[in-house]
């Protein structure tokens, strides 16, 4: 073949090309030349924009007490698994996730916590004042709040305290509420966070009290469940926006899930936005009884699983800022006898490209 017939790949048909690309295997094609890094670029601004990852961490415990630890991620855009491999966690004890965006562990001596879009760098803190066994911990801007989930023994089991990542010091704030006396554990206990507020709500009732972190006062109580048929209810964001995902029936009659958007400030009304088709419903429910609902919000996307059918995703992503689509996903991260943490990640090229060039992350596709 002579050089007149070597016509380079280039310009809308190389753009259009790499819109089909995993997400993953881009990282390679950057270093190509800066032609081909540009075109990248202009594909992931144009065509098939990036989209926020569901991470899924598993440990599965040893008989020495040391468990064994797989990270995988979930690309939207590119409707792949993968494995991170390499990945080691830095603690012998469970980690937790109470707030979408972040992961953590909490000894008597340490708290430990992740904040990066692939939970690969952990942050390590002195462990705060007052000892908990299953605390709501939120990221709320540069602050970690940690509240309720108080071990008996303490005298406060509504005690708040925020670490700074900044300056790297605890701050003791006031109490919960009284009201959320009952339910201070985040088994019992939804959070959101919008700007520079917390908000707690009861997954049972829809009572609800939000936290500014930055002036340090509660407000409410208001009330977040949207009517009569609800049962379950769990507080998110989708983008900027406080949402409400509902269940609808009662324990083990489940017959729907339905999103709601709060609208105009808590207390002012919510507006229905989407419902879950019946046949995901059925995926949800796998035939078996309802377990525990958990529900994951990162950025446009909301995930909801059933903890009795681990194997089962289902998936609303919002679409233009007002459509919503459905579907199912086959959670690939699954091992028996593994405890299963799920949070987000707000995935970057950046992200990527220092997390194989650092070797903390080696990324291998799997098969769905």
């Not at 939804?190 to 520079?196: F, L």
């Not at 059933?306 to 089962?312: I, K």
Request: charged share 20%; proline share 5%.
């Amino acid at each position: 073949m002579d050089a007149a017939e070597e016509s380079p790949i280039h310009g809308d048909i190389l753009e259009a090309i790499l819109s089909h690309v995993p997400l993953i295997h881009l990282v390679p094609v950057c270093h190509v030349s800066n032609s081909w890094k540009r075109a990248v670029s202009s594909s992931l601004a144009h065509l098939r924009p990036i989209k926020p990852w569901l991470i899924v961490l598993t440990q599965s415990p040893r008989a020495s007490h040391v468990h064994v630890t797989k990270l995988h991620g979930y690309d939207p855009r590119s409707h792949v698994w993968l494995e991170i491999k390499n990945y080691t966690c830095p603690h012998s004890s469970p980690v937790r996730s109470s707030h979408s965006s972040i992961l953590y562990t909490l000894t008597p001596a340490e708290f430990s916590f992740s904040l990066d879009a692939l939970h690969l760098h952990w942050h390590h803190a002195p462990s705060p004042q007052v000892w908990r066994n299953d605390p709501i911990v939120a990221r709320v801007g540069s602050r970690v709040v940690v509240a309720g989930g108080a071990c008996e023994f303490e005298d406060d089991p509504l005690a708040v305290e925020i670490y700074d990542v900044e300056s790297h010091a605890w701050e003791t704030c006031p109490s919960m509420p009284e009201l959320l006396k009952d339910s201070t554990a985040s088994s019992w206990l939804s959070v959101a966070v919008t700007g520079e507020a917390m908000h707690l709500t009861e997954k049972h009732s829809g009572l609800t009290y939000s936290f500014d972190t930055v002036t340090k006062k509660w407000e409410g109580p208001f009330d977040l469940r949207p009517d009569e048929s609800v049962f379950h209810c769990v507080t998110g964001t989708l983008g900027e926006r406080l949402m409400v995902a509902g269940l609808v029936g009662g324990f083990g009659k489940m017959r729907s899930v339905k999103l709601w958007e709060v609208r105009g400030g808590l207390g002012s009304g919510m507006v229905e936005v989407s419902e879950m088709p019946k046949e995901m419903v059925w995926k949800l429910m796998g035939g078996s009884e309802l377990g525990s609902v958990e529900v994951t919000w990162i950025g446009d996307f909301v995930y909801v699983r059933n903890t009795s059918v681990a194997e089962e995703l289902v998936v609303c992503e919002v679409v233009n800022g007002v459509g919503c689509e459905w579907r199912s996903v086959r959670n690939v991260a699954v091992k028996h006898g593994a405890r299963m943490v799920v949070c987000g990640g707000d995935v970057c090229m950046e992200d990527l490209q220092r997390a194989v060039m650092s070797g903390r992350g080696t990324f291998c596709v799997k098969h769905m």
